[in-house]
């Protein structure tokens, strides 16, 4: 395993800090930090680009909803109407509580925008795929 | 020697053509080996068959010869650990595959498999050489041959950075593992223009087959990532669960969490009526060791969480209804979801834990003539048939068939654990009531009585103790000591052995 070593001068918050980094095996990284040697993982390392994208809570990467409807997922009674009409909603706002499966089931906006009519009332019961309320 | 040598050096430095590299760059993607160079560690790579060339001179392909013949085959370590590799080269006649193409991935399988390594597969191919005719299908044929034959034997994941279309996408479809790239990845048996030929439908790549829909919609897919280099580090990731073939045990890390922490903030996560939701999630991650939990699917089937992680430094699989989605029950997708994963899991020595909180199989016409049946059975089947240690924690609700199918000890669970909150029965009871006494029920024209054999059947069912008075839950514990007690269970099933009669292959439902 060949064995390289760099040299750096980092500068942070006005402060001069030099830096050894030595590759020294495939597991691990030695960085020294004025004088403190610390020991990097290979494979806890990230490549070039961002790797902020890949975790659980990234909403981007789903596929957009499209229609301007909510549908009920599954059957059920509407056990409370969290929103009104003409309300401004937001993204992952509980818009209504379905009762289904012994659970109240939170029904959360796919999306930004104005409730335009809610087409079912508490108490109702719903079939799968039942439109619950329009968006404008 | 030394002409000779330059010889060589001359032929190499082709191999690494600055100009097809650029072509690949202009992309904005990776060449075939920057992809296996960021795959393995620093320096391991040793390709094979690098100047294979076509041989095929029909439509003279031999003035389209290329050192190599648009793949990149060989090994390398991850973290240390051998593993074998292929990288198609989109570079050269779009990654399309030939009859020597397919030869060398098809050697590189053939060594993974004999030498018990895991081997990986980076896709980017515009699939059969047209060319090769019936040889690049061949070619193909070859390559899922060898996939079944090494499944569940040798881990096999597949890394789709750029399409893999028509007979291709089976390749990574048989493959354990298929990882893809957000406006790169594309998988589909017929292109978007042949669809508008056939159907009149207009579409385009990433709607018909682009990573979302696969990780999403059609549940090909389990990893959708931002950008390749997260395949990469993702790969490493997964592989460090696995062991590199069946007959080894995965590999333990020294923990760095301590083996009888007590759970502390299970009590406030999990809501003591079970008509709450709850992210199971996080239930997860205060149970396994910190910062081991590793999602997989996480986008298909919401419904079922399955993942591997560490407990004690040891991995695990975890298999979870996730209440916060359709009530955590179990429809057709989160069972073809569940059982895909429990038989990777046995085929790889990996013990599976079931956190159960499921009020059961999703009702509807639409599931049941879809068939609900058969893929229900999948997931019976699959833990019926493993012989890893199996463990069921019942936090809240188990109710019927999936009771059964998650923690019924006469499915084969070796140790079933309740919190004091689970609820273990065929129904819940104003259910039951209704069909148990129905006819009374509607005789009586108060509604005392109802009243009072619902709370009969609550006070019965609506616990764990009835269940563990007939021995089907071996212990109630304190949900603070569910890491814990998972980690004493483990550690002495460690050893399990379970002989099965020997016969070809059982017939799972499909």
């Known amino acids: 395993m060949p064995h390289e070593e760099y040299k750096a001068t980092i500068k942070i918050k006005g402060r001069k800090l030099k830096l050894r980094i030595e590759e020294k095996d495939p597991e691990s990284i030695f960085v020294a930090i004025e004088g403190d040697t610390y020991r990097v993982r290979t494979s806890d390392l990230i490549t070039r680009r961002d790797w902020s994208k890949q975790r659980d809570e990234d909403e981007d990467m789903y596929l957009d909803e499209e229609g301007n409807t909510v549908v009920s997922p599954i059957p059920g009674v509407i056990a409370r109407l969290a929103v009104g009409e003409r309300e401004d909603v937001q993204k992952g706002q509980v818009l209504l509580l379905l009762l289904a499966m012994k659970m109240e089931n939170e029904i959360c906006s796919p999306r930004d925008g104005t409730v335009k009519r809610i087409r079912v009332q508490e108490g109702q019961a719903v079939q799968a795929n039942d439109v619950l309320l329009e968006f404008e | ?510």
Not at chain 2, 82 to 101: N, R
Not at chain 2, 255 to 263: S, Y
Not at chain 2, 383 to 388: G, L, N, P, S
Not at chain 2, 467 to 483: F, K, L, S
């Open chain 2, 1 to 510: 020697m030394k002409d000779k040598n330059s010889i060589l050096a001359n032929r190499k430095k082709e191999l690494f053509s600055q100009a097809r590299a650029e072509v690949q760059h202009e992309k904005g993607k990776l060449t075939a080996r920057e992809r296996l160079d960021m795959l393995l560690d620093k320096g391991s790579f040793t390709e094979l068959e690098a100047f294979a060339r076509l041989r095929s001179h029909e439509f003279n392909l031999q003035e389209k010869q290329v050192d190599g013949d648009a793949v990149v085959t060989g090994y390398g370590t991850i973290s240390g650990r051998k593993v074998y590799v292929y990288a198609q080269d989109a570079t050269v006649m779009g990654g399309s595959l030939g009859e020597i193409h397919a030869k060398k991935i098809v050697h590189v399988q053939d060594l993974s498999l004999q030498t018990g390594c895991p081997i990986i597969g980076i896709i980017d191919s515009g699939g059969a050489r047209i060319q090769e005719g019936v040889s690049s299908l061949d070619g193909y044929a070859e390559i899922f041959q060898r996939c079944v034959a090494a499944s569940g034997v040798v881990p096999q994941i597949a890394v789709i950075v750029g399409p893999s279309a028509g007979g291709a996408c089976y390749s990574p479809a048989l493959m354990d593992f298929v990882f893809m790239v957000k406006d790169m990845s594309y998988m589909f048996i017929t292109g978007p223009q042949v669809i508008k030929l056939v159907t009149g439908e207009e579409i385009d790549f990433e709607k018909l087959g682009g990573a979302m829909v696969h990780n999403q919609t059609s549940g090909v897919a389990h990893f959708a990532m931002a950008n390749e280099e997260g395949c990469f580090h993702f790969v490493k990731k997964l592989l460090r669960f696995l062991p590199a073939n069946n007959l080894e045990d995965p590999p333990r890390l020294a923990p760095e969490d301590t083996a009888d922490r007590m759970c502390e903030r299970l009590l406030e996560i999990v809501p003591v009526d079970s008509t709450k939701p709850y992210d199971m999630k996080e239930v997860i991650e205060e149970i396994v060791d910190k910062d081991s939990f590793f999602g997989l699917q996480r986008f298909y089937a919401k419904n079922a969480i399955i993942g591997l992680a560490r407990l004690d430094g040891y991995p695990v699989g975890i298999v979870a209804n996730q209440p916060k989605v359709l009530a955590g029950c179990l429809d057709i997708d989160a069972s073809d979801k569940i059982a895909r994963f429990v038989r990777f899991c046995d085929a790889f020595n990996i013990p599976v834990v079931n956190l159960v909180d499921v009020p059961g199989y999703l009702p509807g016409v639409d599931q049941e003539h879809r068939g609900i049946i058969r893929h229900g059975a999948k997931i019976l089947y699959a833990y019926a048939e493993a012989t890893v240690p199996k463990i069921a924690v019942v936090l809240r609700k188990s109710y019927g068939g999936a009771y059964i199918a998650l923690s019924s000890k006469k499915l084969g669970y070796d140790q079933v654990i309740a919190w004091p909150s689970a609820e273990l029965a065929v129904m819940g009871a104003e259910q039951a009531v209704d069909i148990v006494y129905g006819r009374e029920l509607r005789d009586s024209s108060s509604t005392r009585l109802r009243q009072e054999k619902v709370s009969e059947f609550r006070s019965k069912f609506m616990t764990p103790y009835t269940a563990a008075e007939m021995g089907q839950v071996d212990m109630i514990i304190d949900p603070r000591e569910t890491r814990a007690t998972l980690i004493q269970s483990l550690a002495f099933l460690r050893t399990k052995r379970q002989v099965r009669v020997r016969r070809k292959h059982g017939i799972i439902p499909v």
